[in-house]
């Protein structure tokens, strides 16, 4: 039972374009949202997160949107960058407990 | 500030032998996570502390994984008689401990059974 999916596991973008990577989430009871980066033999590199009552956050270059009756959120990276190429995952998390994570997407800048 | 730490950055065990891998979490931090990633999966969570108590251990995959934490602070996790599918990077995230407090994460201890 997965709660927390990220349905495509790659993404190939031009540089200068906007990414869009997506994640959905089943338990309604989840109350934060974050976005990690990893790149490979490196631990997770926390990106941006949101709070279930907000729908928007924006933190630089990176935009993070939460659609709770859809139970979707979605990262928009604009522009892309080569250093942008990594593993992005998405996590959910209820209160101060674990971190429930979808299984990455695989972000290619192509220059 | 320093991050969170974790040692040996490798390990390399026969199977069978037991395994201690170490996190520092980042001063302060009163919530500490456990969490692997296995070849080709995702991110799978292994025990939560709070404090020096361990709310929830319901990711630790049978007995012969352990975890203790002292003075709020160093973790440590055990392995032991490791078997082969416990190869994985062993992951520690820290955080403020609050709801809605982000877990920041230290660079993984890569454990390799033969």
């Known amino acids: 039972d997965q709660q927390v999916k990220q349905n495509s596991p790659s993404l190939s973008v031009q540089e200068g374009r906007i990414s869009i990577l997506n994640c959905d989430y089943t338990n309604s009871m989840f109350d934060y949202f974050l976005w990690y980066k990893k790149y490979p033999a490196e631990g997770p590199t926390f990106l941006i997160s949101?709070?279930?009552?907000?729908d928007k956050n924006e933190d630089g270059r990176f935009t993070v949107f939460l659609n709770k009756s859809a139970k979707h959120l979605s990262l928009h990276i604009v522009p892309s960058q080569p250093g942008d190429s990594a593993v992005y995952f998405c996590?959910?998390?209820?209160?101060?407990?674990?971190?429930?994570f979808g299984q990455g997407t695989r972000l290619t800048i192509n220059p | 500030g320093a991050g969170v730490s974790q040692s040996p950055s490798n390990k390399v065990t026969e199977k069978g032998k037991d395994v201690e891998l170490r996190c520092d979490p980042i001063?302060?931090?009163?919530?500490l996570y456990w969490y692997r990633q296995r070849l080709g999966q995702g991110l799978e969570f292994l025990i939560y502390?709070?404090?020096?108590?361990?709310?929830?251990k319901s990711g630790l995959p049978s007995d012969r994984f352990s975890a203790e934490r002292t003075g709020e602070s160093v973790s440590t996790l055990t392995i032991q008689r490791t078997q082969q599918e416990d190869s994985a990077v062993y992951l520690c995230?820290?955080?403020?401990?609050?709801?809605?407090?982000?877990?920041?994460f230290g660079p993984g201890t890569r454990l390799l059974v033969l």
């Open positions: 502390f709070q404090g020096n108590s361990a709310p929830d």
């Open positions: 996590a959910a998390q209820k209160g101060a407990q674990k971190l429930v």
């Open positions: 995230a820290s955080s403020l401990g609050g709801a809605q407090e982000t877990q920041y």
């Open positions: 949101i709070s279930s009552i907000k």
């Open positions: 001063s302060g931090h009163t919530a």
